[in-house]
């Protein structure tokens, strides 16, 4: 079970991956990262350190056991040699099928028969990823939400062929480390999250485009208004409270009029074509330097750090 699992192996040290064996870091366990390119694990190991940081200014790490938590991470290119042990596996690689599928086969011989063996997708499915091992059985989607060392939420994916210690072991560690496991209780893309969260994205491009409203804007009305409330309550709790009779009314105003397109919209796809992809590029649909950045990040990180703290 759960408290049998002594060392992690992660598989890809970018954004995901880095932030995940923090988290398994902070909370003592031994933490094997693999990545193609050493100088990722450096970058990874610098980020480790910066977010180290940021977490004892917030005041939920202690700046003295830095030292500690970052000694427990051991990074190696070779992922035969650092998978050679491990206990429980968190692949955090690129949102490609074809490399996750290879990354699979290779942990299935890499790593010892007790091995539990988990994705950090945002969108394939388990039964996709365990048809390349030999142990469907001990194959699971987690899907855990940025930043990883904040947020409590991992969505945990069941497939037709994992097994109920998999899943048990899976749940009781997550819980063993502060997080909150949901599990899902079938296969679907997209998940839970993402499902609602781009069904929002989707309406809010909708609103841009059609001229209703600036980006500004509606990010303004996210951010000052139900935002707020969906940190403490979700969306079938606020409106249980509002009234299933009421809201059937709004219901069928709006539903006829909200955006059910499904193609990715043109003021994206002018976008991507024109480079602007956001803070990777300088522009999306703000402009950004490293001063604004950093703002946004500090921003986030003490807004969650307190809801941390309060929940």
Known sequence: MSENVERIGIVGAGLMGHGIALQFALCGYHVML??????RLSEAMVNVEKNLEVLSDLGLADQEDGTKVISRIHTNTSLEESMAEVDFVVEAVFEDM?????????????CPERTVLTSNTSSFMTSQLASATNRPGKVLVAYWWN???????IEVVRGPETSEEALDITTGLFRKIGKRPVV?????????????????LREALSIVSQGIASPE????????????RLAVAGPLEVFDMAGWDTISHIIDQLFPVIDSTKDSPALIKDMVERGDFGVKSGKGFYNWDDESVSALRQRVGK???TLEQIS
Do not use: H, W
């Open 34 to 39: 693999n990545d193609v390119e050493e100088g």
């Open 147 to 153: 930043p990883p060392y904040l947020l409590p939420l």
């Open 303 to 305: 807004t969650l750090a």
């Open 184 to 200: 899902l209780q079938k296969e679907s893309l997209g998940f839970i999250g993402n499902r609602m969260q781009f069904a929002l």
């Open 217 to 228: 804007d509606v990010d303004a009305v996210v951010t000052s208004s139900f935002g707020r």
């Open 98 to 110: 074809p490399l996750k599928l290879q990354v699979f086969e290779a942990l299935d011989r890499c």
